[in-house]
T-cell receptor
Framework: GAVVSQHPSWVICKSGTSVKIECRSL??????MFWYRQFPKQSLMLMAT?????????EQGVEKDKFLINHASLTLSTLTVTSAHPEDSSFYIC????????????FGPGTRLLVL | AQKITQTQPGMFVQEKEAVTLDCTYD???????LFWYKQPSSGEMIFLIY??????QNATEGRYSLNFQKARKSANLVISASQLGDSAMYFC?????????????FGSGTRLLVRP
């Protein structure tokens, strides 16, 4: 149980294009999902908290218009990197919080984005 | 301030031996949760073990145990009988209440290398 999928796992795009990343909780409902960014050899940095049916809450320093988050259902959240630039290249990883038991966050496998 | 500290950037352990990964935390909350995640080179974050602040007994999950010392604010991970597949990054995290919501705060991680 508690499986989170993420798609795509890899994406290479040209500068200026937009990229959409999907995060799905497969066997549980998640009213809250989280989006993280991780640079090489560093820890995870929380970008935003995605709430089903309401606007996402962004961390300080994260551009809302740059990183669009939509949490359309209890099992799906999407992150769209708009007008991507090379500095947006990173590892993006989502998590979903299982409200049962320990409120553990279960993570997706991550998406590696390379912007050329 | 809410903070997680992992002071060991890298650790070596001989296969089949036990290893302890250190984690200290700082919080003013009375109720909090502590997690350990494993991140292999593939990038996925694998949930290992959880300890609640009110749990009286140390958490155990198979070969993983959490040495929880509340007064010292430490939550060290002990891996017994190390296996080659245990080589990975390990992150300690704390569920903390921030800005009216619960978030995970991560430490900087410890890279564990198991020697054959």
């Amino acid at each position: 149980g508690a499986v989170v999928s993420q798609h795509p796992s890899w994406v290479i795009c040209k500068s200026g294009t937009s990229v959409k990343i999907e995060c799905r909780s497969l066997d549980f409902q998640a009213t809250t999902m989280f989006w993280y960014r991780q640079f090489p050899k560093q820890s995870l940095m929380l970008m935003a908290t995605s709430n089903e049916g309401s606007k996402a809450t962004y961390e300080q320093g994260v551009e809302k218009d740059k990183f669009l988050i939509n949490h359309a259902s209890l099992t799906l959240s999407t992150l769209t990197v708009t007008s991507a630039h090379p500095e947006d290249s990173s590892f993006y990883i989502c998590s979903a919080r299982d409200l049962q038991g320990k409120e553990t966050q279960y993570f997706g496998p991550g998406t590696r984005l390379l912007v050329l | 301030a809410q903070k997680i500290t992992q002071t060991q950037p890298g650790m070596f352990v001989q296969e089949k031996e036990a290893v302890t990964l250190d984690c200290t935390y700082d919080t003013s909350d009375q109720s909090y949760g502590l997690f350990w995640y494993k991140q292999p080179s593939s990038g996925e974050m694998i949930f290992l073990i959880y300890q609640g602040s009110y749990d009286e007994q140390n958490a155990t999950e198979g070969r993983y145990s959490l040495n929880f010392q509340k007064a010292r604010k430490s939550a060290n991970l002990v891996i017994s009988a190390s296996q080659l597949g245990d080589s990975a990054m390990y992150f300690c995290a704390m569920r903390a209440r921030m800005d009216s919501s619960y978030k995970l705060i991560f430490g900087s991680g410890t890279r564990l290398l198991v020697r054959p």
